[in-house]
């Protein structure tokens, strides 16, 4: 029986995730092209000499029982936090015999903590308006914070006209300028006059000072196993693949390839061909060869829609392409370094047990700091720290476009300007750069409807996952849009609106 041919572009989450569903049913000939030598995305782990790097640091976590289920089918779950005490020399025995014994590996139950450092001092985050904060702010400054939340609540801003308005109402002017303003001017680049309130009311929903002093006063007040249990596991909790989230997708990988998927790894799709409103033929570049053909019955594509637009070989209307053409993107590079200790210490010789930490100070680039030996041990082997640095911006920013060595000194100049580390402990570093990042909502972005209905009428072609939709999806959104793409291929449905109804109200969980 001739099988249908189906071509899945980028093998990251959402791609992995329509291969393994489709491979199931035994009915279809799968090719994955990726562009990248390796698989997972955005959600891959990048070796530097057995230390792991994962880009961004990817807590895995849903509300979706078909996706948890799924991911435990690939990695046991181990809940680890009652054996793992992180320190400098971090793995214990008891975990290393359980990861030994169960040798496939494991997705570990980790503890989440991250705080702000601001000023070389830390703070609980989410905020928590409690006694240490006034004492880490001083006398003044807290007095002045307090003046800013009351005056806020007597005389807000009666028409919200950006982020700025919009952190000043729920937060007071000087709490907006100690902890809000410069962190989020570095994530999105603009400033925060420039960035909308709606944005701030979608992401920061749960951040109002109301609940800030709630929650404080209820974790003092209410015995624990009292407290709202979800949303302490949501806060507090979270799984991690032992070695990185690229460990779950390259088992994901495997499984696929011994069910008979064809992957092809620096394939970079280049042409979609279309006859009568179906994608016919694709086209696609390797190194040695800028143009190689494959039949196909259906496309499924993870690329980014300012870039299928353009391989569509279509009249794509002028007005369409344009606005995919405008389509925003904020880019990201992380520079992995390894090192002998780190200068912010919980206790003598004891690593400080965040995760990561939100850099503050307004007067440094780097944006968070991924602490990667509290993710799991086994992202750092050789027992150093070993630390990300994560730098929101463009690829044409002057820092992207640096060589790697330069890249590496620049992050070690200014973590030790802010008194993280000290540059005589410094023993390797990595620089990973991944473009396209975020996709925004700023641009032509408001327009994505044309788009999105101008897609819809080739009707084999199935957009899933971040930004292959352009939404601010997290891993298990875009697991969900692979999901519903196999199911409406699967059911002959034309319309594709249910793979973009996915994660509408845009929760932001980063
Ligand atoms: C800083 C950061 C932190 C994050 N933190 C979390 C988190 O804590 N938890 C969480 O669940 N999610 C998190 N995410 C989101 C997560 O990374 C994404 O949801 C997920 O990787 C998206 O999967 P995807 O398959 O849609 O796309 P991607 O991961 O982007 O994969 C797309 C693939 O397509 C390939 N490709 C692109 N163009 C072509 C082409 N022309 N031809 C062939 N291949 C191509 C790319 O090389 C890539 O491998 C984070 C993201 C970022 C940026």
Known sequence: MNKKKVIIIGAGPAGLTAAYELSKTGK??????E??????????????????????????????????????????ILDTTHHL?????????????ILRKNSEGAMLVRKRKSRIYFNKKLFEYPLKLNPQLLLNLGILK?????????????????????????????????LYHTFFKDYTEKVWGKPCTDLSSEWGRQRIKSLKIRDLVKHSAQKILIPRKYQNASARTLIEKFLYPAKGPGMLWEKVAAACMDSGVVFLFQAKLSKL????????????????NPENVLDCDAVFSTMPIK???????????????????????????????????????QEKGKLIKDNWLYIQDGGVKVGRLQIFNNWSPFMAPANNIWIGAEYFCQHTDELWNMSDEKIIDFALTELSTIGVLDKKQFLSGKVVRCP???????????????VIDYLDTKKNLFPMGRNGLHKYNNQDHSMLTAFKAVELFERGEMSKMEIWAINSDDEYLG
């Open 28 to 33: 279809y000939d799968i090719t994955v092209l």
């Open 35 to 76: 562009a990248d030598n390796q698989v997972g995305g955005i959600s891959k782990t990048v070796n530097h000499q057995g230390n792991l790097i994962d880009i961004g640091g990817h807590r895995f976590f849903s509300k979706s029982q078909k996706v948890l289920n799924w991911w435990a089918k690939f990695l046991p």
């Open 85 to 97: 005490e992180i320190g400098y020399h971090s793995k214990t025995q008891n975990l290393d015999e």
């Open 142 to 174: 807290s007095y002045r914070i307090v003046k800013g939340i009351i005056y806020a609540r007597i005389f807000p801003i009666k028409n919200e006209r950006n982020l700025e308005d919009f952190f000043i109402n729920n937060f007071g002017k000087e």
């Open 273 to 288: 061909h279309i006859e009568d409103g179906l994608v016919t033929k694709v086209s696609y570049q390797t190194s040695q």
């Open 307 to 345: 870039n299928l637009i353009h391989t569509i070989q279509d009249e794509v209307p002028i007005e369409v392409a344009k606005i995919a053409q405008e389509l925003e993107y904020r880019d990201f590079l992380i520079v992995g370094l390894e090192l002998k200790t780190l200068k912010i210490e």
């Open 436 to 450: 396209k990042a975020y996709p925004t909502y700023s641009g032509s972005y408001h327009h994505l409807n044309q």
